[in-house]
């Protein structure tokens, strides 16, 4: 298990244009067409997909494509995915990402192989934060206290950053973005959002509610999916 040091940053992986052009033009439009659908619930509406399974939507051929960028290892049995959409100006704060309902059922903390993040516009100064910062044994405090190193990653359409699950992350919004959300906000139309596709790769499954299959009550507009294309990724996986 990584440990920190500069392994955790070196484990760090930013890849661009990643997926076929018209295929992420798709992705993209089913995304914006979703619009602010759940968007208070965006970060807690998360599905399951199964390593062995065919993809059913968009998002799990986008998996199935991705897959082979980050090579999870013989552990890994499947992925937990969920739509990131944040206001212009609104930050994340800085998180482990977790099986969430485990620790509150439990206090028990598990975090995915790795996380990944498939970025679907370009989103001027939020980029996502990644520091050299793990959760130590007591489940509160940070190791080392202070991050020794970090990364931080720009939103680029097509951009595919990959890194060890444990690691603390979180959005960072810089002044200017907030002051263009005021302004945005003055004008009376729908917020700008930054989308975001992120893609956890698991040994064991997340327990329900927060990770659930996905059925196509929720996000319609991810079902189309055509048969040639899912094809062509099954016979490639």
């Known amino acids: 298990m990584f440990r920190a040091g500069k392994q955790g940053m070196r484990a760090i992986a930013v890849n661009?244009?990643?997926?076929?052009?018209?295929?992420?033009?798709?992705l993209v439009r089913a995304v914006h067409e979703i619009g602010t659908e759940r968007?208070?619930?965006?970060?807690?509406t998360n599905f399951w997909f199964p390593l062995d399974a065919r993809p059913g939507n968009l998002v799990e051929e986008a998996i199935c494509r991705l897959r082979p960028l980050v090579r999870p290892g013989p552990r890994c049995i499947g992925t937990e995915w969920w739509l990131g959409r944040l206001p212009y100006g609104?930050?994340?704060a800085l998180h482990?990402?977790?099986?969430?309902?485990?620790?509150?059922?439990?206090?028990?903390?598990a975090h995915p192989?790795?996380?990944?993040?498939l970025y679907l516009n370009r989103f001027p100064s939020s980029p996502t934060v990644i520091?050299?910062?793990?959760?130590?044994?007591?489940?509160?405090?940070l190791l080392p206290p202070v991050a020794l190193s970090g990364k931080a990653v720009p939103p680029v359409p097509n951009q595919y950053v990959v890194y060890p699950g444990n690691l603390y992350h979180g959005v960072l919004a810089r002044p200017a973005a907030g002051r263009r959300a005021r302004?945005?906000?003055?004008?009376?139309?729908?917020?700008?959002?930054?989308?975001?596709?992120?893609?956890?790769?698991?040994?064991?499954?997340?327990?329900?509610?927060t990770c659930r299959?996905?059925?196509?009550?929720?996000?319609?507009?991810?079902?189309?999916?055509?048969?040639?294309?899912?094809?062509?990724?099954a016979a490639a996986v």
Do not use: C
Not at 96 to 109: S, V, W, Y
């Open 39 to 44: 968007l208070e619930e965006s970060y807690t």
């Open 90 to 92: 609104q930050s994340l």
């Open 113 to 117: 192989l790795w996380s990944s993040i």
């Open 96 to 109: 482990f990402d977790r099986d969430m309902t485990l620790e509150k059922r439990t206090g028990e903390t």
């Open 16 to 26: 661009k244009n990643v997926l076929p052009m018209p295929f992420f033009r798709r």
């Open 131 to 141: 520091l050299e910062q793990i959760l130590d044994r007591d489940r509160k405090s």
């Open 213 to 233: 299959d996905y059925d196509g009550t929720v996000y319609r507009a991810l079902r189309t999916i055509r048969a040639p294309e899912v094809s062509d990724v």
């Open 183 to 209: 302004q945005t906000g003055e004008t009376g139309h729908p917020p700008e959002l930054r989308l975001t596709l992120l893609i956890n790769f698991w040994d064991r499954r997340p327990l329900p509610p």
